[in-house]
């Protein structure tokens, strides 16, 4: 077994607490495990994520992936990507890529449906139609996140989920970060009353549950530079911050504070402020990161003087059952030498906070500390901490703690389970896999990924409104 699925595995069992239903009797909309019998389809990919899901072999789908998409560099980025995945030295993948690209490419791929799993990974303005569609015929979606950025595209959303219950298909998002061994043991860490005590509910100014996250446009993305679609700086196709990578972050909240509970948006969430705010990029930058040497006419809305304003940042203050909850996530145009994306998350709680930093200091790899804050015999916490960490080194074998300074302690993290971002879209998938082959998702996740993009959608209408 692959070790960099030890965590996924992990994730799933703890997360499918569901009693399957029937499954459908349409063969189409039936699966067992076989080999070959998931059968993808990828819908205009203008985003690398979609070939992310590829960097993986999965033995029960096929190697014959059908693409339809308008011609363009979005689409040959996307198939350049998978050749690398197919010929590299070291497990190499064996896609066969078959490919069309009339104008009438929705169209075609919804009248041949030669496939029964569509992946969306791209231009987020059209996304939640593409879903609508796609589940409209009858065919399981697996999207990237975010599968809707304003309020009108919520609405839709909700409509997918309908649609998706009558027509007996999955409508699942790819949440990555899950998967991310730190996040994972700050959820299980918070879940033992001994080491943390009970959730402190916080406030406005002081939140109880904070997560926070850095990104960067001009990035290496399996080993070569990053090259993004100018569309990709339009708000209105991609989303502003506030709604694309919040989503992830929101995501986790729920996830790791109310593991396998219902979050309903309309008695559980309170949105108390939002804000945005625009990265500016220079006309160079823009070059570099697109290769494109002018600013296209849909982005002069953004443009002052020389300076392209893309509003990619943005924070959402709210209460999630009565806990007070931040998310911010930032943009900058690169990261500084050795560094990369990072990553800030605070779980407060009566007896510890359980924090995740990943800046200089931790060489830009995220790390989990424990910092007893309501502890009046450290000594004896220590004691206690010291033997449930043991419980949780049952699950992942190799865990251990370090003391730092007094009251404060790392969490040591075996390298297996440092799999990288990239690796975790694979974890995903072997997730969705198996939710096929269950027929159905666990009951908490449809209601919950309502519940998250009305907060990321709701939270834009109010920052704009202000």
């Known amino acids: 077994m692959n070790k960099y699925l030890i965590a996924s595995m992990v ?73 690398a995945y197919n010929s590299r030295p070291e497990s190499p993948t064996a896609w066969n890529e078959i490919v069309y690209t009339g104008p ?40 990237d996140k975010p599968m809707a950025i304003n309020t009108a595209n919520f609405e839709q959303l909700k409509e997918c989920f309908e649609i998706a219950n009558q027509k007996g298909v999955m409508l699942y998002d790819i949440m990555t970060e899950r998967h ?32 926070e996250s850095v990104h960067h ?14 569309w990709f700086f339009d708000v209105e196709q991609q989303g502003e911050g506030i709604v694309d990578v919040s989503t992830h972050l929101v995501d986790m909240i729920q996830w790791e504070a109310f593991p396998n509970v219902v979050i309903d948006y309309n008695t559980d969430i309170e949105l108390l402020d ?45 209460k999630i059952k009565g806990i007070h909850a931040k998310v911010l996530v930032k943009w900058n145009y690169t990261y500084p030498e050795g560094g990369g994306d990072t990553h800030f998350s605070v779980m407060k709680g009566s007896l510890s906070n359980l924090v995740i930093r990943q800046d200089k200091e931790q060489n830009y790899k995220p790390e989990l500390f424990i910092e007893a804050t309501g502890v009046k015999d450290i000594p004896a916490y220590e004691a206690t901490l010291q033997n449930d960490i043991k419980a949780v080194a049952n699950k992942f074998p190799g865990i251990s703690l370090i003391k730092i300074n007094e009251g404060v302690w790392q969490v040591m993290i075996p ?6 971002h990239e690796a975790h879209f694979g974890q995903v998938t072997e997730n969705f896999l198996q939710y096929l ?11 919950n990924m309502i519940t998250k993009y009305y907060i990321t959608t709701k939270a834009l209408e109010m920052a704009k409104n202000k």
């Not at 390298?415 to 990288?420: N, Q």
């Not at 998702?441 to 209601?447: A, F, I, K, N, T």
């Open 11 to 83: 994730v799933l069992i703890a997360g499918a607490s569901c009693s399957p239903q029937k499954k459908s009797d349409s063969a189409e909309n039936s699966f067992t495990g076989k080999e070959g019998e998931v059968k993808l389809i990828t819908l205009d990919p203008g985003h690398f994520h979609a070939a992310l899901v590829q960097k993986s072999s999965y033995p029960q789908v096929s190697k014959d992936v059908y693409v339809y998409a308008p011609a363009g560099d979005d689409l040959q980025e996307h198939l350049k990507k998978i050749e």
């Open 104 to 143: 009438d490419f929705l169209q075609k791929m919804i009248a041949e449906k030669k496939g029964n799993v569509m992946v969306t990974a791209g231009n987020n303005g059209k996304k939640t139609d593409y879903i609508k569609q796609v589940l409209s015929a009858g065919i399981h979606v697996l999207a």
């Open 180 to 211: 991310e061994i730190t996040t994972i043991l700050q959820r299980e860490l918070s879940l033992l009353p001994s080491v943390y005590g009970t959730q402190l509910t916080g406030s406005l100014e002081d939140p109880a549950i904070v997560k």
């Open 217 to 230: 446009f001009f990035k290496v993305v399996s080993g070569n530079p990053l090259k993004r679609p100018a």
């Open 274 to 318: 939002a804000n945005r705010w625009p990265t500016p990029m220079t006309p160079a930058q823009f070059n570099e990161v697109t290769g494109t040497d002018h600013y296209p006419d849909y982005l002069m809305k953004d443009v002052e003087g020389e300076t392209l304003n893309v509003y990619a940042n943005g924070d959402i203050h709210y």
């Open 415 to 420: 390298s297996e389970y440092r799999v990288g």
């Open 437 to 447: 082959i269950d027929g159905k998702l666990p009951d908490w996740e449809v209601p």
